[in-house]
């Protein structure tokens, strides 16, 4: 369907654009999908009463980050692409396997830090692509950027703590 | 941890038979997961009036696969295993995958058919295999078998629609 | 026990009147009760896409009509009468029985039509009766008939869609 | 629709258990209308301040037995049976009739331990028709039969009150 | 302020029915704060588990005749009247007193049997003296009717217990 | 489609009457959508810490406006009516506008209680019209201008308290 | 019954302090009662923007008034007293009835401040004779007399205001 | 009033910006006033099965397009302008009206996706005239612009599916 | 830990005033676990409809002595003493075992009343104890003591009815 | 009373069995009663801010391991026995009593594992004692048997992180 | 720590620039304390009926503009920043003191608005100063902003009032 | 205003102890706001697992110290004092400013406990001050008390774990 007299990110003349926003957005969708599995297994795995206060804050964050995939899926749709299946997933988080001893939680915490990094690098670079392009899409992704700043600092504090104790 | 002095399924006689168990229930794991995968593409990616039905449906019922999924990795735990990391995951639902077309909502409708029907005969054994061994594994899955008898019903009665339309 | 010094419709005067209004209100009563148990078939029986919009409308009514019932029960109560219990009910709601293929939805619609068409029939007689003889019987019934003329009109413009696709 | 591939109740080979256990289930969904008609009747017509008791009793069970409709009547579905129509209810419960006197709630009190005792020697019944057959409807049936047990345990309670007052 | 222009109720040829209707609707406020009092008092002093039935009933009455007080209060100012000062205020309800002795709850259940009565003789004037005249006024006035005859055929049902078992 | 065997309001030879209810109707529910439009810009506009009581009446109205306006536009339907679109919306509450300074509330106040007395006289009309002719209708008006004349009177007061102080 | 082996207020030497107590209470009673009467016909007559604080404010307080009405009478009860009837209540608060205009705010405001010093007047002579002699009356009488004393500071600054104004 | 020492779009030097930017708001808060009536209207009118999905996704986009024109019409107060009142308003939507036929509801969703298209196209040119100019209504309509796209896409979908069966 | 520079019952003067108040709190705390126990058991056990009211009064109780046991419990730790474990439970409550026919209601409310007393008793010696000693225990004892008192005279109301049925 | 007619569990040949089955109910009864006074010791006792996961952890178990105490008294009431008063109770849990110190939560966490373990232990074998004896019980225990399975696997966590730090 | 690999705000290169930020938020959060300080103060201390308003709208903006405050407090942790104790905090709303009258409103009028629109000028230029720098602080900021213009704008139309009464 | 006929603490004889006290309620007020800002302050600056349980510990107490700030600001109001603004504040809590190091969380509760400790020993002079003078800021001071006994003893509980670790 050719989106006639539509203008912005949806005009004819920036189509290439918007094809290569949609591969960003399915990228930071299955991003958010892969956490939602790493934050399950590790919200049950972990042994300890210090795990507690990680898998607890994991458990509310499944939540939260299937919200972040629901968002870029539907913000996928609004641009006229499709949401890729389950056969297209591959996953990339092996530093948030679960770790050889269920109270290793340092190897957690690690694990969390690396992919809130990662997501982070990924959308600074979709917030920047659609400066001056894609007013609503640029919105939307700054407010979960700023929801994974707080989870990454929250993480390297617990990090800092381990480092101070010498434990890391 | 030795489990001294437990009985049935956690007895030391019953090793080989819980570790089977285990294995079992993560594969249901991951059948559940890689459902909530397909729901969430699925509950976004069909237009159409008609569509509107399938996709609320399936919007409500990631949210209770969701819930299966974590009781089986919970019961991993609960039986001295380690729920696995998203490495670890294979997709298998071919037949979930987005159709060519954004309306062929009977796509959709039949491979939700093929899930539930996979994930009902997979869950038969497990009540089967817990007869007897395991009576809080059993009772678990019988309720999560409940829910998928339920949903399958319900898409069956979609494409006998289809059929009587000949539209099938 | 005698209504001593009570006017209107609790005046010794017109105790042939009351008891011919509560039969009137028993045989509401009994038609409400009906509609409960034909809505609940008709919201388990049906297949289809189409036939949800049906089945959960006729679901949320299974209260609304049971509610009825209770009003017409009590005030027959508050009238001095006794509800009849169930050797007294015989169905008639013939047109909502289970149609030969759960497909086919129409029937269904009709049925709810009919239904509707024959309570708005009885309790308006029951308005008219109650006219200047009890003012709270009337008020009751009236808001009741509000609730069935909405019910009908939505059916109605179900058939009517059938209608014009030329299904009927 | 042949249930092609599936097992256990729903295999080829259990065709006709499976209609027997449908015809079964067909009867528990009629005792449990008739009983919502009976406590309904039940909840308006008693006098008296010992009856209040009673009545809020009831008053809160038809929800609870509507439920429990609705549950079988689902589960005929699920079985692919079809839930009949109010043309097919003949009521049962003679012990259920309205009294009398409307303070005569020993009357009341018996009805409703008939009443129960009969549906529990029908659910149980059903559960040993299931064993190692249908472990669903064995698990959803045993869950209601503790809902009746427990109501008839209460209201053999109040009739040993008037058993200890020299009243029955 | 002269009530230009306006019609039914409101118009100058009917200011005088309008005071009559405002001093009738000044008495039916009283009735209800008096009621208020009386059930207050009534739902602290008695003593008995049975009395508990009839305690609790009170209990939740006094806000619904507060709520009444309250909507003749605001009709009476609605029809340009003013509601009447506590100095204006002089008991009528002898029979509510309380009784010698707080196990008599016989006497209480007559109190309030009386009470209903004269509210329902006085509003059915109302609403007759409103027919053609005031719609606002007698409909809202039928609804509060509806209320006070359901609570006195709960305590005739009370009292005819008691009548039963030769208590009164 | 022929309303065939219908009674009352629906009857054939109330056609012409019908209709002419459905025009009140419509024209009511114009009053009321455009009533919305003068309570949103005067629950935004004025200033003053006296226009904060005005202001948050309106805004709460709204909500209730917009209700009658749906009311209304239903009961149209259920007549077998159309509910007009937005072209055919006219305005008319000249005494609802802006006024020049946005501290002068008093114009806020009369344009108010013009608006009220409108409605109140064209419902008044549609009352009577109703009687005896259409029970539900007139119900239904009944309690909209049960509503109107309250607003009305809170309108009314707070003009009478700027002339006790001059200042009208 | 006599009130064998009890201590404090509850002992036989104390009967008649007892006594005294129960009256006062009473008293207190009575007070709250009319302060209801009183609170309900001055959230309803006033008009005037003004005016609307204080009726909101009047409203609010009605349920708390008929709350500390409630918690007196229910400390008759506990200290084996018996709430009077409504035959036994006078009214006493001249000062807050219905002004001859109802635009007169100033005159509801300093009936309020009225009774409210004379409650505070009240109740501090209660905590006084109840020190030492009865902790659960008087910690119950302090948490409402702070109650009083913040209305009142309330209602004296609406006071302050006019006064500045030179209204007073 | 000056408003002295504000900066950005309240600062002197851009006052002919901010009364331009003011009536661009002026335009897009009747856009959404004219959007409720003509949802109200079509949430009301389509008869039909297949209308249900339109009519509740309608039903529900009323209150969120109402608190759309609130916040254009604060948007307005807070840069010192004042809302229309009712006469200025002059219907556009003429692709909304009630069709011939109720059942037609392809007619419907036309209308819907042209609206929004306008509405899209409206809010785009406010959000670049705001860039570096007014943040915080250039934030404001970027999240009412997501909105639209949503709506906008979803009746896409829907056109889409008629397409695909040759209805369109 | 040296309480240095407290005050009152912290200072070191009165330590062993602080070790009775402990020992006396830990007495109130076993008295009101036990009450949890023979509630519990007194809310099951017994039989009829009379029964009913004081089986729900003491299942509502279970809740509000298991919330004294703790506020006992954690005043204890505030205090610096260390709440007992179940070894040092020595049960006392004889006159609240069940009785031999479970229809004997009686015995279970003079059970309760003794118990009630027993704790009142108590309660009014550690708030003499506290008198101008420690505050914060006073207080909080009496608002439990206030509790006690009303369930006392409740349930003494209960043995007055079956006195004056002449039935103790 | 007889249990004339009744089959299962309840019928005259397996009289023996019942009572059998209620001495193990008993005694799980009082286990749960006892686990709620070392709960409530241990959730107010420990200090420390490891200690809180463990206190927040318990404290929310009280209610669970309360209800499930009136869950197995419910079943013995309907089993036809009588729940035993506090006088039978006899503590056993020595190995939760307070520890010296009240930072040493390793012990707390031990006792609670040893609790867990004997409850499970003790269910276990009650469910093999209903196989095909009474589901219903059967049924419920295992319910509560996944409850404290649970529990279990948590503390057992704890315990080992003690073990990785070579604190046990 | 440094913050290796990280781009934007927090680059090395920009290590200044999020000092400077920092600085300005710090800022902006000892604004919002001393917010909540003078409008706890000016929400107490106010005289009179017209105060109220400005009292109930103070009171409910002390929990947003806490909100405000911590939001910025986690931004300074999330940048990498400490937030200030209170022996940084130096008061600077001169204006915001309590006036000599406790009637003098238009004195904390004033003050809300100078203290409002000193906010405004502070962040304002925070806007500025991320704008390409900082995107997740600058949308904070600019909700922030909108929120503070909204009340800025009314106590102005307060004032308005006053001037045009000719008050100021 | 001169109290005129006021008793107690509100008599001219008490007029300069009326002034202490408003003395001493102003300094435990600004005692509770700059707990606000030194909690807000160790809600968000400490790193660490252990961290968190302190971080929500203060982070739900900061509602709970506001509540205590206003509650002694309301009751300055009422004894006719004035709360004074925030130029009046000046910080003491010298022991509660960010530590160094924030995974220092020793530094953290020591600074909690000291803070504490001087509101108890304030509060405790008020209560005494009170005693036969001003009942309700007496027993309002002494439930303040008791929160702030219970917050002191919490974190003692944590310095104490760290003494045992041999951490402090």
Redesign the interface.
Known sequence: ?PLT????IFSEENRSKREELIGRLQRAYWME??T???Y??NS???????????VESLEQD?QEE?GH??QF??R???L?G??????E?S?E??Y???PE???D?VHVIKGVIEAE?GAI?HY?RI?EFCDGLD??T???V??I??DE??HL?LF???I???E?EGLV
């Open positions: 369907m007299n539509r203008t912005g999908i892969e939602v599995m790493s399950m297994a049950i795995n972990p042994d300890g009463v210090r795990a507690r206060e990680i499944i299937l995939a629901r899926g539907e996928i749709k609004e006229y499709v949401v890729e299946g389950s056969m997933f996953p988080q092996k948030l396997q679960p001893h269920q109270t939680i990094k690098e600074s917030i007013w609503v640029q919105d939307m700054i407010a950027q700023h700043e707080g600092r390297e504090g617990f800092r703590e381990f101070a």
